[in-house]
């Protein structure tokens, strides 16, 4: 099976003094992102040529960005902002750093794993797929999520650690 291309921007914000005064190790987030398997987690996720932002923030942006745009005053794991679907799926991802360390710790996982997933779970929702809408949706969103996980050597990230 072909992949579809991607155009990818991988992106660094500057640390926040409140995070690295809270122990954020930038540099183990940069080492659970090498370029190479954000590119494949990403390419098995769409369906169509994308252009991306991956961009990985900080609690302060994290928390703007989600009030801003959703009207929500919290930093969240992850957010997409999509701007095309057809033909080209053009969208950025926003990661907080120090929201996916905790989760990752609190669920059991790697910070790969759990960048892995939120990863594949942004691309998705690049692509439309929703999980606010209805639990119809979201059981398929979760559905498709588990199966491109496990086709990277990810156990289901619903159901436990994952093994990848």
Not at 14 to 28: F, I, M, V
Not at 73 to 85: H, I
Not at 138 to 153: D, K, N, P, S
Not at 156 to 164: F, I, V
Request: glycine share 6%.
């Amino acid at each position: 099976m072909k992949l579809p291309t991607l155009m990818l921007s991988l992106q660094y914000a500057r640390p926040e003094a409140a995070d690295t005064q809270a122990g954020l190790n930038l540099a183990a987030h940069r080492a659970a992102l090498p370029r190479h398997l954000v590119r494949r987690w990403l390419r098995h996720a769409l369906e169509c040529p994308a252009e991306l932002t991956v961009r990985i923030v900080g609690t302060d942006e994290a928390r703007v960005l989600n009030r801003d745009y959703r009207g929500k005053d919290y930093a969240t794991n992850v957010l997409t902002f999509d701007y095309a679907a057809e033909p080209v799926v053009q969208a950025d991802l926003v990661l907080c750093a120090p929201v996916l360390e905790r989760e990752a710790a609190e669920q059991g996982k790697t910070l790969q794993q759990h960048y892995a997933h939120l990863l594949v779970h942004g691309c998705l929702h690049a692509q439309g797929w929703e999980h606010e809408t209805s639990a119809a949706d979201a059981e398929a969103m979760e559905a498709r999520e588990t199966q491109i996980l496990a086709g990277l050597g990810f156990s289901d990230p619903y159901r436990g650690t994952a093994a990848g």
